[in-house]
Nanobody, 127 residues
Framework: QGQLAESGGGLVQAGDSLTLSCVAS????????LAWFRQAPGKEREFVGI????????VYSDSAKGRFTISRDNAKNTVYLQMNSLKPDDTAVYYC????????????????????WGQGTQVIVSS
C-alpha cells in the first residue's frame, strides 16, 4: 500500500482557475482508478470526478462538468484536477482517492468505495 499526497490548494477569487495535483507513491497506482472528492465544512464528502487507469475515460459530477478537468500522468504517478471559473461554493478540502477496481464499478461516486485517501488540500474561493 502506497500513499496519496494532494497539493496546489489555496485562496483564490471567484472566476479564477486552480490546478490541484495528487502524487500517488507506488507503481501499483497505475492500475488504480483515481478520483477527486471534496468536503466543505459541515458537509459530507462529495464526488467531483474520476479518471480511468489509462486516462482515456472520465466522469464528472454535475457541479464539476464543464468547469473541471481531470487528467493523469502515469509516468509521474500524478493525477490533476484543473478547475476553472471557480465559485465560492467550490470552497472545500479536496481529496484524491484510489480504487483498484475497474473504471465504472458500482459505487465509483461514493466515498465508502475508496480505502485509500490523501490528506487533502484546502481550496477557498472568495466572492
Amino acid at each position: 500500500q502506497g500513499q496519496l499526497a494532494e497539493s496546489g490548494g489555496g485562496l483564490v477569487q471567484a472566476g479564477d482557475s486552480l490546478t490541484l495535483s495528487c502524487v500517488a507513491s507506488g507503481p501499483a497506482y497505475r492500475n488504480y482508478v483515481l478520483a477527486w472528492f471534496r468536503q466543505a465544512p459541515g458537509k459530507e464528502r462529495e464526488f467531483v470526478g474520476i479518471i480511468s487507469q489509462n486516462g482515456y475515460n472520465t466522469v464528472y459530477s454535475d457541479s464539476a462538468k464543464g468547469r473541471f478537468t481531470i487528467s493523469r500522468d502515469n509516468a509521474k504517478n500524478t493525477v490533476y484536477l484543473q478547475m476553472n471559473s471557480l465559485k465560492p461554493d467550490d470552497t472545500a478540502v479536496y481529496y484524491c482517492g484510489a480504487d483498484p477496481r475497474g473504471f465504472g464499478s458500482v459505487g465509483y461516486d461514493a466515498p465508502g468505495s475508496y480505502q485509500e485517501w490523501g490528506q487533502g488540500t484546502q481550496v477557498i474561493v472568495s466572492s
